[in-house]
């Protein structure tokens, strides 16, 4: 089990009175204090919330077809060509 943090910060907020309900409820079922059941809720939902933009989910075609690209890249074309140039020119030899 994770040893618990000491609480250095405070968060409040105001909620319906129905809604203090549902939340009283829920935290009992789970045995916990109203606060406990608020505060563990909300960081599985900021954690969910950053995994979502940290994890990029693709079709089947898509993973193929990025695999593809990987293992066989296509031929560089004139624009990325360019591209490649001005980064060395820029970046690399300005070192």
Known sequence: MPK???RTA???ARISPDMLSVVKRAAE???RSV???VVFAAQEAAQRTI???AIIRLSIDDQRALV???LDPPEPNEALRKAADAYKRLVVESR
């Open 10 to 12: 405070r968060l409040e």
């Open 51 to 53: 995994e979502e933009t």
């Open 35 to 37: 606060s406990d059941f």
């Open 68 to 70: 593809e690209a990987i």
């Open 4 to 6: 618990q943090q000491t």
């Open 29 to 31: 079922i789970q045995g």
